[in-house]
Antibody, heavy 120, light 109 residues
Framework: QVQLQQSGPGLVKPSQTLSLTCAISGDSVSSNSAAWNWIRQSPSRGLEWLGRTYYRSRWYYTYAVSLKSRITVSPDTSKNQFSLQLNSVTPDDTAVYYC??????????WGQGTLVTVSS | EIVLTQSPGTLSLSPGERATLSCRASQSVGSNYLVWYQQKPGQAPRLLIHGASIRATGIPDRFSGSGSGTDFTLTISRLEPEDFAVYYCQQYGDSPPYTFGQGTKLEIK
């Protein structure tokens, strides 16, 4: 069973960059069968898939169209983890952010969640 | 993008009763790639059902999923106290975006 442990700040100022990390145990970020995702949840938007990365002989990245200009999901093979960066945040980006593992969008392992508040 | 609409928004039942939750898709969900999750306060969603009807590992058999195309149902045959939570459906597959329903809150009557 894959376990995911999230870390990162809970408060980000408007216009700055939100950065979160998800450490993986029980699998490898370079696995040829898994994908590594970020999802957020807010009262206004509900559950929203943000983006993913996975390795199939090379690295692939896919992002939600609404965030494509602001989001980066990156693997870190040396630490067996992956990260989320969301640029130019506004209060509308306030949410609980989750990392999740799964194949083809079937999320069978989740991180514990991080409440990120965007406020000055 | 497939839009998923869940009904009812809130379902009030008593332990021992049967719960029926609905998820309707705006277009056909390919290969019945439909998932149900359970979420309790302060916790991440937990995978219950995938492939519309396949229970995930460790999920009690009082949970069952059915449906195809655009109409899907999650049934809990006899509610236990720990089943009162929010339930979400989600469609998955080869191509994102992966979308979720807005949730059904199952509360104790």
């Amino acid at each position: 069973q894959v376990q995911l442990q999230q870390s990162g700040p809970g408060l980000v100022k408007p216009s700055q960059t939100l950065s979160l990390t998800c450490a993986i145990s029980g699998d490898s970020v370079s696995s040829n069968s898994a994908a590594w995702n970020w999802i957020r949840q807010s009262p206004s938007r509900g559950l929203e898939w943000l983006g993913r990365t996975y390795y199939r002989s090379r690295w692939y990245y896919t992002y939600a169209v609404s965030l494509k200009s602001r989001i980066t999901v990156s693997p870190d093979t040396s630490k067996n983890q992956f990260s989320l960066q969301l640029n130019s945040v506004t209060p509308d980006d306030t949410a609980v952010y989750y990392c999740a593992a799964g194949i083809r969008g079937l999320f069978d392992s989740w991180g514990q969640g991080t409440l990120v508040t965007v406020s000055s | 993008e497939i839009v998923l609409t869940q009904s009812p928004g809130t379902l009030s039942l008593s332990p021992g009763e049967r719960a029926t939750l609905s998820c309707r898709a705006s277009q056909s969900v390919g290969s019945n790639y439909l998932v149900w999750y359970q979420q309790k306060p302060g916790q991440a969603p937990r995978l219950l059902i995938h492939g519309a009807s396949i229970r995930a590992t460790g999920i009690p058999d009082r949970f069952s999923g059915s449906g195809s195309g655009t109409d899907f149902t999650l049934t809990i045959s006899r509610l236990e106290p720990e089943d009162f939570a929010v339930y979400y459906c989600q469609q998955y597959g080869d191509s994102p975006p992966y979308t979720f329903g807005q949730g059904t809150k199952l509360e104790i009557k």
